[in-house]
């Protein structure tokens, strides 16, 4: 099966990590960009291994889900990922 073109089921986990470090480093000044590059790596380390599983679990059941549906998009509900 091909990867669809844009699929909002297997959005990247992209969507896990920037909202998560946006609102950390929001309103936070940075005098160069390596500063900002180590406050970055700073809040990343700082993610626990724990949400790092849930995150990466959480798209592979989405993964299967759209593959399942050959494809095809799906409305999310909140029973789609019950296991």
Same mark, same amino acid.
């Given at each position: 099966?091909g990867? /669809?073109?844009?699929?909002p089921? +297997?959005?990247?986990n992209?969507? !896990?990590l !920037?909202?998560? @470090?946006?609102?950390? +480093?929001? &309103?936070? &000044?940075?005098?160069? /960009? ?9 809040? @990343?380390?700082? =993610?626990l291994?724990?949400? #790092? ?5 959480n #798209? ?6 759209? =593959?399942?549906h050959? &494809?095809?998009? !799906?409305?999310?509900?909140k ?5």
């Open positions: 099966m990867h /669809p073109p844009y699929s089921n +297997l959005a990247p992209d969507f !896990f !920037f909202p998560s @470090v946006k609102n950390k +480093l929001r &309103g936070q &000044g940075f005098s160069s /960009p390596e500063e900002a590059i180590e406050a970055f790596k700073n809040h @990343v380390l700082k =993610i291994h724990s949400e #790092w599983n849930k995150c990466f679990e #798209w592979f059941k989405r993964i299967q889900k759209c =593959i399942d050959h &494809g095809e998009y !799906f409305e999310k509900n029973n789609i990922f019950e296991a």
